[in-house]
C-alpha cells in the first residue's frame, strides 16, 4: 500500500513556474513508476510524464515537452514535477500516481495509487 501526498498547486501568471512535490508513504516507494496526471473541467485525465524507478528513463506528453521536468529522490520518498513557462491551458488538477511495475505507464489505468490533486491555475 502506498499513500501519496501532493503539495505545491496554486495560482500563477502565465510564463511563470510552480513546482509540485508528491510524498509517498509505505513501502518501496524505490520500485514504483511515478507518474503526473493533471485534468481540467470537462475534460478526461491526462499524462503529463512519468519517470523509472531510478530515474533513468522519463517519458513527457508532447504539450509539456521542454517546459517541465520530472524528478524523483528516493530517499526521500518523493517525486517533483517542475513546471515553467506555462500557459492557461495549463489549468488543472494534477494527481501524483504510483505504478508497482517496472516500465513506465502513460494511461492512468496503468497506476495502482493516487494522491488527492492539487490545483493549478494560469492565469492569462
Known amino acids: 500500500q502506498v499513500q501519496l501526498v501532493e503539495s505545491g498547486g496554486g495560482l500563477v501568471q502565465a510564463g511563470g513556474s510552480l513546482r509540485l512535490s508528491c510524498a509517498a508513504s509505505?513501502?518501496?516507494?524505490?520500485?514504483?513508476?511515478m507518474g503526473w496526471f493533471r485534468q481540467a473541467p470537462g475534460k478526461e485525465r491526462e499524462f503529463v510524464a512519468a519517470?523509472?524507478?531510478?530515474?533513468?528513463?522519463?517519458s513527457y506528453a508532447e504539450s509539456v515537452k521542454g517546459r517541465f521536468t520530472i524528478s524523483r529522490d528516493n530517499a526521500k520518498n518523493t517525486v517533483y514535477l517542475q513546471m515553467n513557462s506555462l500557459k492557461p491551458e495549463d489549468t488543472a488538477v494534477y494527481y501524483c500516481?504510483?505504478?508497482?511495475?517496472?516500465?513506465?505507464?502513460?494511461?492512468?489505468?496503468?497506476?495502482?495509487?493516487w494522491g488527492q490533486g492539487p490545483q493549478v491555475t494560469v492565469s492569462s
Open positions: 500516481a504510483a505504478a508497482a511495475t517496472i516500465v513506465l505507464r502513460t494511461t492512468s489505468r496503468e497506476y495502482d495509487y
Open positions: 509505505g513501502r518501496s516507494f524505490s520500485k514504483y513508476v
Open positions: 519517470i523509472s524507478w531510478t530515474g533513468g528513463r522519463i
